[in-house]
């Protein structure tokens, strides 16, 4: 009885091993399309979240991530500028004005030239084309923000949402270069 008892124990120890070594043993889910192409970016958390974000990243294939990554970062120039335009009406200081109206500028190429030729090169398989699109496209935010005194900037922290977005961009097609 005693000895029955016993070896019971030990079957119920032996059960309770070999379960947790099979969960501890169990691979990992297969990465999806989204953790393969965000694994390598330097804005990782911001890849994941921006494609993630999309209905459309569900069904994608890689190039359709590029474009969809290129999407966001148009909405967020385009939304950035649309605010300092709004600004720009309110300004009657005239230094500031220009300050404004430089960034305007800025955000207004990559809106109008840039980040149009970067989908159409990148719809042509242009893949080191898109890539000097997205360069130019980081720069607008740097050189708004040169504008701007670097203390207490006013443009500071939307130029950072920006210049990371579409920094984050490059990186995604730096991945179809080479
Ligand atoms: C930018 O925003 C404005 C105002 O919301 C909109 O009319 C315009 O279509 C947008 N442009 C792009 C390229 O998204």
């Given at each position: 009885m005693n000895t029955f008892m016993n070896l019971f124990a030990i079957f119920v120890v032996f059960i309770q091993i070999q379960i947790s070594l099979s969960q501890s043993v169990q691979s990992p889910p297969e990465p999806n399309l989204i953790q393969q192409l965000c694994k390598?970016?330097?804005y990782q958390t911001l890849c994941i979240s921006t494609l993630n974000d999309d209905p459309r990243s569900k069904t994608s294939n890689l190039k359709g991530l590029a474009s969809i990554s290129i999407d966001a970062t148009t909405k967020k120039v385009n939304g950035t500028l649309q605010y300092y335009v709004g600004v720009l009406r309110t300004i009657t200081d005239r230094a500031l004005f220009e300050m404004y109206g430089t960034c305007i500028e800025e955000y207004g190429a990559a809106i109008d030239r840039f980040l149009p030729a970067a989908v159409a090169n990148l719809k042509a398989k242009k893949y080191s084309e898109t890539m000097s699109n997205m360069k130019v496209v980081v720069a607008k935010p740097v050189n708004c923000d040169a504008?701007?005194?670097?203390?207490?900037?006013?443009v500071a922290a939307r130029n950072k949402v920006v210049h990371d977005i579409a920094d984050m961009t490059g990186d995604i097609i730096k991945t179809f270069v080479n």
């Amino acid at each position: 009885m005693n000895t029955f008892m016993n070896l019971f124990a030990i079957f119920v120890v032996f059960i309770q091993i070999q379960i947790s070594l099979s969960q501890s043993v169990q691979s990992p889910p297969e990465p999806n399309l989204i953790q393969q192409l965000c694994k390598r970016n330097r804005y990782q958390t911001l890849c994941i979240s921006t494609l993630n974000d999309d209905p459309r990243s569900k069904t994608s294939n890689l190039k359709g991530l590029a474009s969809i990554s290129i999407d966001a970062t148009t909405k967020k120039v385009n939304g950035t500028l649309q605010y300092y335009v709004g600004v720009l009406r309110t300004i009657t200081d005239r230094a500031l004005f220009e300050m404004y109206g430089t960034c305007i500028e800025e955000y207004g190429a990559a809106i109008d030239r840039f980040l149009p030729a970067a989908v159409a090169n990148l719809k042509a398989k242009k893949y080191s084309e898109t890539m000097s699109n997205m360069k130019v496209v980081v720069a607008k935010p740097v050189n708004c923000d040169a504008q701007f005194p670097t203390t207490d900037s006013p443009v500071a922290a939307r130029n950072k949402v920006v210049h990371d977005i579409a920094d984050m961009t490059g990186d995604i097609i730096k991945t179809f270069v080479n």
